[in-house]
């Protein structure tokens, strides 16, 4: 019986719970995949890929690749900005930085994003309440940024284009969901707590949120004092103008017959795929599905505009893994460096 007090029906519930978490948590993600697989194999071929990638054109490749390691160097500065109190180094943030990116990059529904505070207090003894409010932050700025971003090109686009008006109904809905969020985040007394203290396990939540509040806005306002949040916006849109500049140049490199307008269009449902938990690994299913949508609305035909999404997907997962393995290898050679 699995129940039974034995070690060994204990360790046999400890691999059914085990499996149970597997399929949670890969599983659902790689059903994903595979149903993204399937959708875009109806609508491209293996050799409409194949022509694609004998026409690619490398120049482009390199460019794209350069602007999504610099991103990547940049995530990293504005990370070592938000820590200033903890006087790392700032080369060592980054390749911290860059080693959770690639495993938020290879993880299904961007269960990646936990790993940060545990590289920051394994690799540069920092706690994890210290390190999980500026993830928390991090990501908070990049939503203003894409959202930021995301209305001037679409606010371009609408000037010359009456039939894309309508994007701004869910554009809106959306900043009015973010700035409520944030406003819930980082203002003083927004719930009571005499209000929930009868409510069981709502209380530890709000306990927790509490708790995150003010750790959250404990470091805003160190960021502020030492006058490093201009450092910090300016990295926030340098990092999403030059994922732009990536998936323009990839677009180039491939081959569409579009402009720069259109691509930067394709590129904003890309990056909005990419922020979706339902990705399965290397976020593949949201991202694809994004650019695709992008491209069938700028008049691109179904089969190209699916293949082109599974290059540019197994594209950045490459410059993602070669960021990743080596920023990996090198904070490894420091420790050993420093063991010695």
Not at 56 to 74: E, F, H, N, R, T
Not at 270 to 281: D, N, Q, R, S, W
Request: glycine letters at 8%; proline letters at 2%.
């Amino acid at each position: 019986m699995i129940f039974a007090n034995d070690s060994g029906s204990r360790d046999a519930f400890r691999n059914a719970i085990d499996k149970v978490s597997w399929v949670r948590y890969f599983g659902i993600p790689l059903i994903v995949s595979t149903a993204v697989l399937i959708a875009l194999s109806h609508l491209t071929s293996w050799r409409e890929l194949v022509t694609l990638w004998q026409e690619m054109k490398w120049g482009w490749v390199l460019m794209g690749g350069l602007a999504y390691c610099g991103g990547w160097v940049l995530i990293g500065v504005r990370a070592a900005s938000l820590l200033a109190t903890e006087n790392l180094s700032v080369k060592k943030v980054i390749l911290i930085s860059n080693v959770h990116n690639f495993i938020n990059k290879i993880t299904p529904a961007r269960l990646g994003e936990i790993s940060f505070p545990f590289l920051v207090h394994h690799y540069a003894g920092i706690s994890y309440t210290k390190a999980f409010p500026v993830l928390v932050l991090m990501r908070l700025i990049d939503m203003y940024t894409i959202m930021l971003l995301f209305s001037v090109i679409f606010a371009a686009r609408g000037i010359a284009y009456a039939d894309w008006r309508w994007i701004w109904l869910p554009i809106t809905c959306v900043w009015f969901v973010l700035l409520f969020f944030s406003f819930l985040l980082l203002s003083d007394r927004v719930i009571q707590r005499r209000k929930l203290q009868s409510w069981g396990p709502v209380a530890n939540i709000y306990d927790f949120a509490s708790a995150l509040q003010r750790e959250i806005r404990s470091v805003l306002i160190t960021c502020v004092r030492k006058g490093v949040m201009p450092r910090v916006a300016m990295c926030s849109c340098l990092i999403w103008t030059l994922l732009y500049v990536t998936f323009a140049a990839l677009g180039k490199a491939i081959g569409l017959n579009l402009a720069l307008s259109q691509l930067l269009i394709s590129g904003s449902f890309a990056i909005l795929g990419t922020m979706v938990p339902i990705g399965g690994l290397g976020h593949l299913g949201a991202l694809e599905a994004g650019w695709t949508l992008g491209l069938l609305s700028m008049g691109t035909s179904h089969s190209e505009a699916a293949a082109s999404a599974l290059i540019i997907g197994v594209m950045t997962t490459i410059f993602a893994s070669v960021m990743g393995v080596v920023s990996l290898a090198a904070l490894e050679i420091q420790i050993r460096r420093h063991t010695k």
